[in-house]
């Protein structure tokens, strides 16, 4: 068999920080050690706290970590690149821009000519479902309207890698099972790799192709599981629920 290649390789990451007015340094990440391969959507599940967001932010290159590295297709990172795109909790989208212009923004930046980038934004805006919706602003979308927004922004930018922190966490139970269908239908039709993050064991096993299962204070990882559920998938298939039980059962998580 073809050995996959290696896309993001964190090796013994960890992260501390100083809390104003304590003497003693914060140890959010103790060495985290993980491989994601290319095109693999790899989900990091763990409780709140457990560095999930500052561990995507060092794969990002936003933050340095305090000790290890990060290698992005082998080279050592040293900041953000477009090679990574990002996807938040928070919708961060600008209120005053319209949806196309939001996809377009990043295209933008890089001096993109206008036509150009409305039509990659438009490329895209039809693959997260939102044609029609190209000249509303983000006051009059639903959230997860807005967050199919901020999918088809990080996909805009044509990154190798997507990095997805906790995108649905703010979203209603049902808007939630139907924006993990979506997401996983996108990533079908155009696989990027992926690395997302959840503190949610169903959506973990509804999306990742491996989960990674971290445990907190510090944040290190503590399991790892292989998902060979067929898409599309159901909750209720037998192997989902075998895995949910098992998942919870190793986990510190709160359900
Ligand atoms: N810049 C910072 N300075 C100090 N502490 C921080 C900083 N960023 C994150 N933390 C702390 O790191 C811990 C883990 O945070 P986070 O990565 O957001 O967890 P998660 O995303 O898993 O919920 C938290 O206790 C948080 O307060
Ligand atoms: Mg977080």
């Not at 989900?43 to 561990?55: D, H, N, R, Y």
């Not at 990882?221 to 989902?240: C, G, L, M, N, Q």
Request: hydrophobic content about 40%; some cysteine.
């Amino acid at each position: 068999m073809k050995e996959r290649s290696v896309k993001i390789e964190c090796v013994n990451v960890s992260k501390t920080f100083h809390v104003p007015g304590q003497k003693q340094l914060l140890h959010v990440l103790n060495k985290v050690s993980l491989k994601v391969y290319e095109n693999e959507f790899l989900v990091i599940l763990g409780p709140g706290q457990s560095g999930k967001t500052v561990l995507l932010n060092c794969m990002d290159g936003l933050i340095e970590p305090t000790a290890g590295e990060i290698r992005i297709s082998g080279k050592i990172i040293n900041g953000p690149g477009p090679d990574r795109g990002m996807v938040f909790q928070r919708y961060a989208l600008f209120p005053w821009k319209t949806v196309e212009h939001n996809v377009a923004f990043g295209l933008a930046v890089r001096g993109v000519p206008v036509k150009e980038r409305l039509a990659v934004a438009r490329r895209y805006i039809e693959l997260v479902g939102l044609t029609g919706f190209e000249k509303a602003y983000p006051a009059q979308l639903s959230g997860g309207m807005k967050q199919r927004v901020g999918i088809a922004r990080a996909y805009a930018n044509d990154p190798d890698i997507l990095l997805m922190d906790e995108p649905f966490g703010a979203l209603d139970a049902q808007t939630r099972y139907a924006m993990e269908q979506e997401l996983r239908t996108i990533w079908e039709k155009e696989k990027r790799t992926v690395c997302f993050v959840t503190n949610n064991i169903e959506e973990a096993i509804y999306l990742g192709d491996r989960v990674v299962v971290m445990s907190a204070l510090p944040g290190r990882v503590k399991t790892e599981y292989s998902i060979d559920i067929p898409s599309p998938r159901a909750y209720t298939h037998p192997d989902f629920l075998t895995l949910r039980k098992q998942i919870s059962e190793d986990t510190d998580l709160v359900l």
